[in-house]
């Protein structure tokens, strides 16, 4: 009975905040149905994709990977070092792993996004700023993923060349790290294919590649152009995830 | 008599759970000699040699290698001293992804320190030392192989050539048989042995078999609740000695 009483209001509870929330969202499925009419003509006008636009858009391609490319670079070796500093310590005498921690946090809570706009604001609109933007994030994932890996290896090996009188560097060097090197490279590789993603958003904001070329031919009504650049996109995130998770497998 | 290389005096270690695992051990192994140091679980036999190389730091008592102090060094010190006793653990804790070669050669790193070797790079000498202690425990063959893709047997015995890439003058081992097959238990033993008499390392081995103690060992120790109970030559302890010290695994 009283069970019975618990679970009614439960369900009462969630139907209430699920209510709230369609109501703060504004959703509407009218506006929907009067919309789709919209929809289809922008589709419609963007048919058939416009070859002319595809120079463009391979340079505008080649920005967003390099993006990624170079942000994934950096963030991974900074994130070595700083994911090993991360590590929950195994022996006494280190207290940098909560800093290092809580800084990291901070990094990756705020969205590459608003990193952008910030880093927009520093150097200006372009590339670099996504580079930058993506960057700082990156590394506040990727020490997190590091640090987990760590903590999870078998510390047999280092222990081993610990007690043979290595230093910490050499054990980080010549036991950890080749140990970990598959898993660090996958989610590096992870990362990277995010990064593809994320760095066609920052276009939206200025900060290069081909978000900034879509923006720009949305805003000029150029659905064709859209479409097209659209269209490599899918082409380019495609080919990437089939790759990346070829070579993840072939790390393992 | 002869100076003893490695003692150890009034060894005491209690865990942070209430556990007594050392209770005051005396203990000396001089050069040239191999002795087993037997031991029920829990009798404090890991620990003690856990506690000689500071992976776990003893509450009291002195470990000495020669005329070095280990308890109490720090830093560089610590690092040198370590590098004169070599660990063999029950597994052999490889680095999986490198090839025997490459392990055994980073025994030697403590002699290396360096912007080179904290890089992952290894001395150009100690790759071709390495070679010759492969050959020397009959691995030279396997050199290039993957630390994975190596037997049980064949990884210890590429365990011990990186103890020996280390130039120790004491060698301990934690049951180096234990997960090894009876011909490749005899062999690992046969190698201990040798090391002690041909290369007059003091060789100091925890075993669970009270038998290939007997068989192999020049001397015999046993622990009971953290106390050494019986410390004396091979050839003078008879079954019943054994029984008494309730070595007997459990």
């Known amino acids: 009975m009283g069970r019975r009483l618990v679970v009614g209001a439960a369900v009462l509870v969630g139907l209430l905040v699920l209510g709230q929330a369609l109501l703060v969202?504004?959703?509407?499925?009218?506006?929907?149905?009067?919309?789709?009419?919209g929809v289809f003509r922008l589709v419609a006008d963007g048919w058939p994709p416009d070859p002319g636009a595809l120079p463009t858009a391979g340079l505008a391609v080649l920005q967003t990977v390099d993006i990624a490319l170079v942000a994934t670079v950096a963030a991974t070796l900074l994130a070595i070092p700083f994911g090993a500093a991360a590590a929950r310590p195994r022996s006494g005498g280190r207290y940098l792993s909560a800093p290092v921690r809580a800084v990291a946090a901070f990094l990756r809570a705020i969205p590459d996004l608003v990193?952008?706009?910030?880093?927009?604001?520093?150097?200006?609109?372009?590339?670099?700023?996504?580079?930058?933007?993506?960057?700082?994030?990156?590394?506040?994932?990727?020490?997190?993923?590091?640090?987990?890996?760590?903590?999870?290896?078998?510390?047999?090996?280092?222990?081993?060349?610990?007690?043979?009188?290595?230093?910490?560097?050499?054990v980080f060097s010549h036991a950890v790290l080749p140990e970990l090197l598959p898993t660090l490279g996958s989610l590096a590789l992870y990362r990277f294919e995010q990064n593809v993603r994320s760095s066609l958003v920052l276009g939206f904001v200025g900060a290069g590649g081909i978000g900034f070329q879509l923006l720009s031919a949305m805003e000029e009504f150029q659905y064709r152009q859209a479409s097209m650049l659209l269209l490599v996109l899918f082409a380019l995130i495609t080919v990437f995830e089939l790759g990346s998770a070829r070579v993840r497998a072939a790390l393992r | 008599m002869v100076s003893a290389l490695f003692t150890v005096t009034g060894l005491r270690k209690r865990y942070p759970n209430g556990t007594l695992a050392l209770d005051g051990v005396d203990l000396a192994v001089p050069a040239g000699e191999l002795a087993v140091l037997l031991g029920a679980n829990g009798?404090?036999?890991?620990?003690?040699?856990?506690?000689?190389?500071?992976?776990?730091?003893?509450?009291?008592?002195?470990?000495?290698?020669?005329?070095?102090?280990?308890?109490?060094?720090?830093?560089?010190?610590?690092?040198?001293?370590?590098?004169?006793?070599?660990?063999?653990?029950?597994?052999?804790?490889?680095?999986?992804?490198?090839?025997?070669?490459?392990?055994?050669?980073?025994?030697?790193?403590?002699?290396?320190?360096?912007?080179?070797?904290?890089?992952?790079?290894?001395?150009?000498?100690?790759?071709?030392?390495?070679?010759?202690?492969?050959?020397?425990?009959?691995?030279?063959?396997?050199?290039g192989q993957r630390a994975d893709t190596?037997?049980?047997?064949?990884?210890?015995?590429?365990?011990?050539?990186?103890?020996?890439?280390?130039?120790?003058?004491?060698?301990?081992?934690?049951?180096?048989?234990?997960?090894?097959?009876?011909?490749?238990?005899?062999?690992?033993?046969?190698?201990?042995?040798?090391?002690?008499?041909?290369?007059?390392?003091?060789?100091?081995?925890?075993?669970?078999?009270?038998a290939l103690a007997l068989s192999f060992a020049d001397r015999v120790v046993a622990l009971h609740r953290g106390r050494v109970v019986l410390d004396?030559?091979?050839?003078?302890?008879?079954?019943?000695d054994l029984a008494a010290a309730q070595v007997a695994a459990r």
């Open chain 1, 25 to 37: 969202a504004e959703v509407d499925p009218r506006k929907l149905v009067e919309g789709l009419g």
């Open chain 1, 115 to 170: 990193w952008a706009l910030v880093f927009v604001a520093a150097v200006g609109l372009g590339p670099f700023a996504g580079v930058l933007a993506l960057t700082v994030h990156s590394v506040g994932m990727l020490v997190r993923l590091f640090a987990e890996a760590i903590d999870e290896m078998d510390i047999g090996p280092a222990d081993a060349l610990l007690t043979a009188g290595a230093t910490r560097t050499q």
């Open chain 2, 43 to 143: 009798s404090g036999k890991s620990t003690l040699l856990r506690c000689a190389v500071r992976l776990v730091e003893p509450d009291a008592g002195t470990v000495r290698v020669g005329d070095t102090e280990l308890t109490g060094l720090r830093g560089a010190a610590l690092r040198r001293a370590r590098s004169q006793v070599a660990l063999i653990f029950q597994q052999s804790r490889l680095v999986r992804r490198r090839s025997a070669l490459d392990n055994v050669a980073a025994g030697a790193l403590a002699h290396h320190p360096g912007l080179r070797t904290a890089f992952g790079g290894l001395p150009v000498g100690e790759r071709a030392r390495a070679a010759e202690l492969l050959d020397r425990v009959g691995l030279g063959e396997l050199a």
């Open chain 2, 150 to 210: 190596l037997s049980g047997g064949q990884a210890q015995r590429t365990a011990i050539a990186r103890a020996l890439a280390q130039r120790p003058a004491v060698l301990l081992a934690d049951e180096p048989v234990a997960s090894l097959d009876p011909d490749a238990t005899s062999a690992t033993m046969a190698l201990l042995r040798d090391l002690a008499h041909r290369d007059r390392l003091a060789v100091l081995c925890v075993l669970h078999q009270p």
């Open chain 2, 232 to 240: 004396r030559a091979a050839s003078d302890v008879s079954p019943a």
